[in-house]
């Protein structure tokens, strides 16, 4: 059956998503009123706020599901980029470092998402309801990925957000919203792809597995057939599931958590560029300068510098 089109050739799913886009960014804004990120009295939601464009910035996602409301950023994960704007989601199944880039934003329209947190036991317990039995093998999973969000998961979101207003009802149906919501997204497109890291035994939840620890243990020098092995993999299996799921090779992963951690302790600690270097796992700062310089852009210490005078911030979301 033909879906149903306004005269202007907007579906009527389409439309249902302005709307409550709408809807969602009104909620959002009446709850955070900062510059950056909010938390909330619901568990694990939290809100985020830009006002100003901002050059590229590093940032680490957790197992997370944002919806972005208004505005536009940039998202690098590896040597793909991703665009979140007004009416997209994005799903992260696994820890991962990234650069990100506020594209659009301003006092007027300025760029607002929700943050939900994601409890793997949780997501085990819902897949294995009956509704999922039988579902498609999931395949070529991803460790984030961006797409449009579904009418359902959108009201849904609303729906939790509108808790905010009512605090007495959080203690009882935020984690059966938040339930709701996961029960939504498992149902979308992007579904399978946080299916397959959280199901046992399936070889992106093996490889999630030697995710974790590196992200645990960056700071260590890298033995990928140990990885390998955690995984239950050969070598050069591994490697090709490891990219598939971070879009980076285990040296690529563990030099960005290396260089992020670097940046972090630098802005926030006040530590000189060698320190920080020996801290995260390297053993010649000159080689920390080298990779630093080549992925931010300039070397540390006037990076760092720069970004304070700025009011810069490593803050993700």
Known sequence: MAMATHESGVTDDARQVIDLTGELALKIAAHI????????????????????????????????????????????????????DGGSCLLSSIDLPSVNQVTRASEEEPLLSMVLKLEMPVIREILSQEEFHGSEAPFGARGLVVGKTPPELMRACCRLLALLDTPRD?????????????????????????????????QSNRTAKAVTWLRTN??????????????????????HHFR??????????????????????????????????????????????????????????????ERRLAGGTTANA
């Open 33 to 84: 009123d900062v510059e950056g990120v909010a938390e909330t009295a619901v568990p694990g939601l939290r809100l985020y706020r830009r006002t100003q464009l901002t050059e590229c910035y590093s940032a680490a996602y957790e197992p997370e599901f944002v919806v972005c409301a208004q505005g536009e950023k940039l998202i690098t994960i590896g040597g793909a980029t991703h665009v979140c």
């Open 170 to 202: 959080i203690p009882f149906l935020s984690s059966l919203m938040q339930r709701e919501i996961i029960y939504r997204l498992l149902r979308s497109p992007l579904g399978r792809h946080l299916r397959a890291v959280a199901t046992h035994g399936e």
């Open 218 to 239: 960056f700071d260590k020098p890298l033995r990928v057939e140990e990885l390998a092995r955690l995984a239950q993999m050969g070598v050069s299996t591994f490697h």
């Open 244 to 305: 598939s799921l971070t879009a980076m090779s285990p040296l690529q992963y563990q030099k960005r958590l290396r260089l992020h951690a670097a940046r972090v302790r630098m802005l926030t600690e006040g530590v000189d560029a060698a320190s920080a270097a020996f801290e995260v796992g390297y053993e010649s700062a000159s080689q920390f300068s080298r990779e630093y310089s080549r992925f931010f852009g300039q070397p540390p210490m006037r990076d760092v510098k």
